[in-house]
């Protein structure tokens, strides 16, 4: 019998995590922990136009753990495609409806490495939930957010926790590793990490990617659907790859289930 996605992935979830899973996954759904950071995140954002790079997020939601939707003035959006694993009819020039009660943003269709077309210092935040660690280069789109971000103004980023995600078994990746890739140009057709990620993904943790060979095929396929995590980091690396890219880090944390949260501001220039 035809299952909806989203059902298969609750059927799979309850069969393999049981009573535990369901009132866990409850839990962080309506009582989701409230990050120390969230205060000081909301007064950056609040009143003033922003960018989000992927998205839109719940995170960011009225019920999220940083609403920062209801706070902000505007927010226009990116994405790299007009179909994505995500996403689907985003059209480049159209609008981004982050929050029923505002006015929608404008909606990118860009590379997160490539902000072509924006200009510099155009937002006073950058916003950006589950999305660097499918970029190939992440210092480069570090920078290139940097670039359209005002001086002072804020990033919000939040990254996966490994230990609670598929990437438990995965090495933290190096802060040398990211200078190479940077130093290399490194694009998005890199499928570099592809071995590591075939050999250690925790496809058990990952129900939605299906088997061990519908798996292959897609990652395969990494350079259309953007779907691997090329990079794994934890709070240290988080931190470095901030600094190393212009971002004066105001303070990270680990938020339940599955969170790294950072709070970082744009070095004033000179």
């Not at 706070?71 to 689907?88: H, L, M, P």
């Not at 933290?172 to 140009?185: G, I, K, M, S, V």
């Not at 250690?200 to 299906?210: F, N």
Request: proline content about 7%; charged content about 25%; hydrophobic content about 40%.
């Amino acid at each position: 019998m035809f299952l909806n996605p989203h059902i298969r992935k609750l059927v799979f979830h309850l069969r393999h995590g049981g009573l535990p899973w369901l009132l866990g996954a409850i839990r962080n759904r309506f009582w989701p922990i409230t990050p120390g950071l969230a205060p000081a995140a909301l007064a950056a954002t609040q009143d003033k136009a922003g960018l989000e790079i992927g998205g839109p997020s719940r995170v960011f939601s009225p019920r999220g753990i940083v609403p920062v939707y209801r706070r902000a003035a505007r927010i226009d959006n990116i994405n790299f495609a007009s179909g994505t694993a995500w996403e689907s009819d985003l059209r480049d020039g159209g609008e981004f409806k982050f929050e029923s009660s505002k006015p929608p943003g404008r909606q990118f269709l860009r590379e997160a490495t490539r902000l072509t077309n924006l200009p510099d210092a155009a937002y006073d935040f950058i916003l950006s939930s589950h999305c660097l660690e499918h970029v190939a280069n992440p210092l480069a789109a570090l920078r290139e957010w940097g670039r359209v971000t005002r001086d002072g103004g804020h990033l919000l980023l939040i990254l996966p926790d490994p230990p609670g995600t598929f990437d438990h078994r995965r090495p933290t990746t190096t802060l040398a590793h990211l200078r190479e890739d940077f130093d290399r140009h490194t694009g998005e057709d890199d499928l570099t990490h592809l071995p590591e990620i075939l050999a250690l993904h925790d496809l058990t943790r990952d129900p939605a990617a299906g088997s061990a060979a519908e798996f292959r095929e897609r990652g395969a396929r990494n350079p259309e659907n953007r779907c691997l995590h090329h990079h794994v980091f934890d709070l240290k690396l988080m931190q470095e790859a901030l600094a190393e890219s212009g971002w004066e880090v105001l303070g990270t944390e680990q938020v339940r289930p599955i969170h790294l949260v950072a709070l970082a501001r744009k070095r004033t220039a000179g």
